[in-house]
């Protein structure tokens, strides 16, 4: 690979006028189940048309006036319509065929399949091994497509910022040996420590995976190409690397993943991930692997609708990078202005679901809100890109920013590619509240337009089309060997070699048998004249081919000492790097001890800190219920106080009543007493009266 100078010009991609394409909106039906009622809510038509029949226990039957109304509004127009008989490889070839001609052409492409829960979404973007659907059919088609112009591993690597950073050849050569023997270094130290190792990437043995041989002719051929995967999911409003590595502790449990945040490529102004998991595949194969792993990571629940309900909207990207060859159609220009980066996304969101049908409870019922609550973000920003590319002064806020997954895919929307959604519907009656309202979702989409993307080509008049074939087709005319001047006068090693001589050719001799009239004599004259001429020739010759030897063998003996050098100074490099390998053994051992006291350090604090905090909590709680007893015999001194007062004045007032009442009963007494004295004075007197008239009558009868 070279580097990019002044030998190869810069080409200018040509400009084109930019013109809208409204969002494709295409409808699936999916099969009745053998436990459905086997009544349908949705009719055929037309080929692009369906109505939909509210059945007599629906929201839509109040009153026949309603009803009728109702009717006449439930007639919606797709792009597509694809009943229940359709295939896979239909699907496809109508829907997302488009897209990956696209992306090999350097457009991005958005294609999101929506509907309510259990209604075929996963089926037709994933799909089994031996029923592929639209995701492993892509890859096929890209692969095929691409065929012998993939580029070598690890040419271009991801940046941090949504990029693409590209390297010589020899460079991927040198990073794709490192990370091999780094891996083999590190399965062998895990072998010797005994320590579990991630689990091997394969694909699913017990299904055999049938392939789509389509094959794209759009592919420039004098470019070279590089896929990269990357795949996540949006769950509960955060979003997760289902390619990220699985880490584990000392301890062997799984150690929880980090959320991803999403930024914003500050060159294309495409927002991305940040930080995710970007995987290099030259298969399907590999590809494919990568997707079973990230399906058996997302994650799932059972309800009573669906046993193996989506819990996360997920997100497969596929990034196309194409860098164009060299005007001699050899090796990749080493300019990352040239890379073209286009991408695909296949969006499986999960279905919108009711909790009065799931009959989910706790965390599910949780993970069904922040779903229901993430669509409805995407229907309030669909409907106001509506609003406002409908209305001459628009001014309503898209929201975006309410949830990542609307922030992720606020670049398709705003013109950066081609966006199509597939609507899943179960036709059975049951369905059909539900049915309305995706319905007229997806009705409302159809109203959206976004920028058409430009196809990327390359000034012809710097570059040349057909320059790597026209260098392949004389490579095989000329039997695949380069000429001899070229390869004697290579300087691979940093030796100018010498150049090859012109072909030696010797003179030719007279002839002896002409007829121009010399005599025998000149004639043999001449011949030995011409064999002279040939001798000193051949002495030159041999003199110059001896200098040429002697200068080869001294280039020679040069290459030899330097090649001697180079082995001593490689042996040294593999001593030097074993010793380094040792060490680092060693610090990797001292390393894992350390993490092992630390470790055991940390549950000792971790039981203390247990301890401490159970001491504390008997310490709150006795406190508290010192509190509680100083605060009840507070009560019980205030009351026993407010008592004691009480008492003093009841005493009191009742002392001063007794007081009172023995001063009115003391009067009274001696009232009484002196009432009884004057009584008892006139009884005295009355009795001394008495007394004396009875004597004065005694004295009167002793005197007669």
């Not at 595949?281 to 590999?286: G, L, M, R």
């Not at 779903?371 to 409907?383: D, F, K, R, V």
């Not at 392949?472 to 390869?487: C, D, H, T, Y």
Request: one cysteine or more; hydrophobic letters at 35%; glycine letters at 4%.
């Amino acid at each position: 690979m070279s580097k990019t100078g002044s030998k190869t010009p810069i080409p200018t991609p040509k400009k084109r006028r930019k013109c809208v394409d409204p969002v494709e909106v295409s409808c699936r039906l999916r099969p009745l189940m053998s436990t459905d009622s086997g009544q349908r809510c949705i009719e055929r038509v037309s080929e692009t048309s369906l109505k939909l029949i509210p059945p007599a226990s629906s929201s839509g039957h109040k009153s026949r006036e309603e009803m009728m109304k109702a009717m006449e509004q439930r007639f919606y127009t797709f792009h597509n319509i694809f009943m229940e008989n359709e295939s896979q490889k239909a699907i496809f070839d109508r829907l997302a065929m488009p897209l990956v001609e696209d992306l090999i052409k350097g457009k991005n492409g958005l294609l999101f399949a929506y509907g309510v829960t259990c209604s075929g979404k996963t089926h037709t973007m994933i799909g089994q091994a031996s029923n592929p659907g639209i995701l492993p059919r892509c890859l096929d088609v890209i692969f095929n497509s691409i065929g012998e112009n993939q580029a070598r591993p690890y040419i271009f690597l991801p940046d941090d910022n949504n990029g693409m950073k590209i390297q010589p050849e020899y460079q991927a050569a040198l990073m794709k040996n490192s990370v091999e023997r780094q891996k083999r270094q590190e399965e062998r130290l895990r072998k010797k420590e005994g320590r579990p190792g991630t689990p091997h990437v394969e694909e699913k043995p017990d299904e055999i995976r049938i392939p789509d041989n389509t094959k794209l002719e759009c592919a420039n051929e004098d470019s070279a190409y590089a896929v990269f995967i990357s795949y996540i999911e949006v769950y509960n409003n955060y979003i997760f690397d289902l390619l990220a590595d699985e880490h584990i502790d000392q301890l062997g449990n799984p150690i929880l993943p980090e959320s991803k945040k999403v930024g914003e490529d500050p060159r294309r102004k495409v927002m991305y991930v940040k930080d995710v998991n970007e995987v290099e595949v030259k298969s399907t194969e590999e590809a494919c692997a990568q997707v079973w792993r990230g399906q058996e990571r997302r994650r799932k629940a059972a309800t009573i609708l669906n046993d193996s309900s989506s819990r996360s909207h997920s997100v497969f990207n596929i990034r196309l990078v194409q860098a164009p060859y060299d005007e001699e159609g050899k090796q990749i220009l080493v300019n990352k202005e040239l890379l073209t980066i286009s991408q695909l996304s296949l969006v499986d969101l999960a279905g919108s679901e009711r909790a009065s049908r799931t009959n989910a409870t706790g965390g599910t019922l949780k993970e069904a809100g922040n779903i229901n609550n993430s669509l409805m973000t995407l229907h309030a920003c669909l409907e106001a890109l509506r609003a406002n590319q409908l209305s001459n002064k628009p001014n309503r806020i898209v929201p975006y920013r309410e949830s990542r997954l609307t922030l992720l895919f606020k670049s398709f929307f705003e013109g950066q590619g081609k966006v199509k959604m597939i609507v899943c519907m179960n036709p059975r009656v049951e369905d059909y509240d539900e049915t309305v309202h995706v319905m007229k979702f997806a009705e409302m989409t159809q109203d959206v337009v976004v920028a058409r993307g430009q196809e990327v080509q390359f000034d012809e008049n710097v570059l040349q089309p057909g320059r790597r074939k026209q260098n392949l087709l004389f490579k095989r005319i000329s039997g695949s060997a380069e000429p001899l001047a070229e390869l004697t006068n290579r300087n691979s090693f940093g030796f100018n070699l010498p150049a090859v001589p012109p072909a030696f050719c010797l003179p030719p001799l007279p002839s002896w048998s002409s007829q121009d009239g010399t005599t025998s004599e000149d004639k043999l004259q001449a011949i030995l004249a011409a064999l002279h001429e040939r001798q000193k020739m051949k002495k030159d010759a041999m003199d110059d081919f001896e200098k040429r030897k002697q200068r080869m063998r001294a280039i020679l003996l040069q290459m030899e000492k330097e090649h001697d050098e180079f082995i001593n100074k490689n042996s040294a490099f593999e001593n030097e790097m074993g010793w380094m390998h040792s060490e680092l053994s060693t610090l990797r051992s001292d390393k894992l001890r350390l993490e092992k006291e630390m470790l055991k350090q940390k549950r000792e604090i971790e039981k203390l800190r247990k301890h401490n905090n159970l001491l504390s909590l008997e310490n709150r709680r006795l406190n508290s219920e010192k509190e509680k007893v100083d605060e009840k015999m507070q009560k019980e001194l205030m009351k026993r106080e407010k008592l004691r007062s009480t008492f003093k004045g009841v005493v009191k007032k009742e002392k001063q009543k007794w007081e009172d009442q023995m001063e009115v009963a003391l009067r009274e007494r001696d009232l009484q007493t002196a009432r009884e004295k004057s009584q008892l004075r006139q009884v005295i007197e009355i009795i001394g009266g008495v007394s004396s008239s009875d004597s004065s009558i005694s004295s009167r009868n002793t005197s007669v």
